[in-house]
């Protein structure tokens, strides 16, 4: 065989398609050298981006693994996202410090929301007063006339935000409502600062559109608004309408003359009385400023808790190592979404579900008997458990008893339908009250950490 052939052969055995690939092209000119060259270079660049990619995500991956993952579930109002904030203040206090100013808009908005209702009350009185053509019927004057016309302009300002917040569903209610995630905070920060002169006019040149104006135009209504509430008449009507402002959440009402003026700036507490409804899920990841276990890495998810909204849930039960659930013992009251529903029943029913769902068998459960401050002021108000429990029977109507009374049977349930035995955690909490909450979250985030780094086998 020739020389040349062998020559070929053994060249055919180290044949290698890439390198033939890149090989430059027969007659390539500079031009198309170049471009073939820099095409080379940027594939280069693209698969070293991916490689950081896919080490980033493994890493990324890796950290979630050994993160705390904690859902937060219970019916709405029961007080997940006021625990979320209790959490916040507690292990990233410099985050919460960071948060302060764009709660103030929310509590001016929660403010602004009771006055609404009260005006619609009030309206609805003198509508019902003329069209039945007895003016006199009704102890309102035309001094209320006048104050609630001075107010009409906070209810203008009222709609404009939240609209703004809530984008292309408009709540049109009493509660302030914010779309899904973690948007509408980037809203507030940017109108809870000064206007400057850099910035975009406001889009629609409506009234409210403005939130930076809130504070002023609240302060000009201040003495009008603690006249309004402070007013008798104001009040029975309120009364014989059956409007209990007082309970409802997000009431500020009897603060206004510290909300309402110009310098006023958030207290903890305020914070956690503030009422903001959440819409679909908000995950929530943090890394712990302060504390023992300074450092450690969670993932807190928090959820819409009304009725229609528990499916969307589900997806989030996958590896989650602990779920706080939460549970006020509001025995006297239906949900707002259907009011043939008692609402502790309705957190039995929540809970039985979820003990025992299979997804969740190795899942911790933390129990939260929340709001117990409401819960002692209707005991003590003399308001009976029997009379909307009837099972509770002739049990001494006392927080203790009527604690211990729902206790045991959130615990049966526990006990009966776990897929596997794992411990009752209960705990009484009072959401806005920090010091006593940063207790217990203190305990309950140490208790997390130990059982999942038992699990990881790092301890
Ligand atoms: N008095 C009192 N109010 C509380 C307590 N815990 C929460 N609240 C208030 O109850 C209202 C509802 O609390 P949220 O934390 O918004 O309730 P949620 O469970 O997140 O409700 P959704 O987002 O609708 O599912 C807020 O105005 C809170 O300030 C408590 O222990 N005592
Ligand atoms: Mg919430």
Redesign the pocket.
């Known amino acids: 065989m020739p020389d040349r052939f062998k020559a070929s052969r053994s060249s055919e055995s180290s044949f290698d398609p890439l390198s033939v690939g890149l090989q430059p092209p027969p007659n390539e000119t500079e031009e198309e050298k170049e471009v073939r060259l820099a095409a080379a270079r940027e594939a280069v660049r693209v698969s070293r981006t991916i490689d950081v990619g896919l080490v980033e995500s493994k890493k990324a991956m890796e950290r979630k693994k050994r993160a705390v993952k904690i859902l937060?579930l219970?019916?709405?109002?029961?007080?997940?996202?006021?625990?979320?904030?209790n959490f916040r203040l507690a292990f990233t206090p410099k985050y919460f410090e960071s948060e302060r100013l764009l709660w103030k808009t929310v509590i001016q908005l929660n403010l602004i929301s009771s006055l609404k209702k009260i005006l619609a009350v009030l309206q609805e009185e003198w509508d019902e007063t003329e069209s039945a053509g007895t003016k006199s019927a009704t102890l309102l004057t035309s001094e209320h006339r006048r104050l609630a016309l001075s107010l009409s302009p906070l209810l203008a300002f009222e709609t404009g935000i939240s609209n703004m917040l809530s984008s292309d569903s408009p709540s049109g209610g009493y509660t302030v409502t914010v779309r899904p995630g973690g948007g509408w905070k980037d809203k507030l920060a940017s109108f809870g600062r000064a206007p400057s002169s850099d910035d975009p006019p406001s889009p629609t040149g409506a009234p409210g559109s403005d939130p930076s104006q809130v504070t002023q135009v609240l302060a000009a209504c201040k003495d009008e608004i603690i006249s309004l509430w402070g007013d008798t008449v104001v009040r029975s009507v309120l009364e014989s309408r059956d409007v209990h402002l007082k309970e409802a959440?997000?009431f500020f009402l009897d603060d206004t003359e510290r909300i309402a003026a110009l310098d006023y700036v958030p207290s903890d507490r305020d914070i956690?009385?503030?009422?903001?409804?959440?819409l679909g899920v908000e995950e929530h990841r943090f890394v712990t400023e302060s504390g023992f276990r300074a450092g450690t890495e969670f993932f807190i998810t928090?959820?819409?808790?009304?009725s229609n909204q528990r499916s969307t849930w589900i997806p989030y039960f996958d590896d989650v190592q602990a779920i706080l659930f939460?549970a006020?013992l509001a025995f006297w009251q239906s949900l707002d979404e259907d009011a043939k529903v008692n609402r502790v029943q309705d957190s039995l029913e929540i809970w039985r579900e979820i003990v025992g769902n299979p997804l969740l068998a190795k899942t911790a459960f933390i129990l939260l008997f929340?709001?117990?401050?409401?819960l002692q002021a209707h005991i003590a108000a003399g308001v009976l458990v029997k009379k909307f429990v009837p099972s509770f029977g002739d049990r001494p109507n006392d927080v203790a008893s009527v604690t211990k009374y729902f206790r045991d049977k959130f615990s049966a349930y526990h006990r009966k339908f776990s897929p596997e035995p794992r411990p009752f955690i209960f705990y009484e909490?009072?959401?806005?009250?920090t010091k006593s909450t940063a207790i217990i979250l203190g305990e309950v985030q140490e208790q997390i950490i130990r059982n999942h780094m038992k699990g990881l086998d790092v301890m």
């Open positions: 937060l219970g019916q709405s109002e029961s007080g997940k996202s006021s625990v979320l904030r959440p997000g956690m009385r503030a009422r903001i409804r959440t928090d959820v819409c808790g009304s939460l006020p929340n709001k117990k401050d409401i909490t009072e959401a806005i009250d």
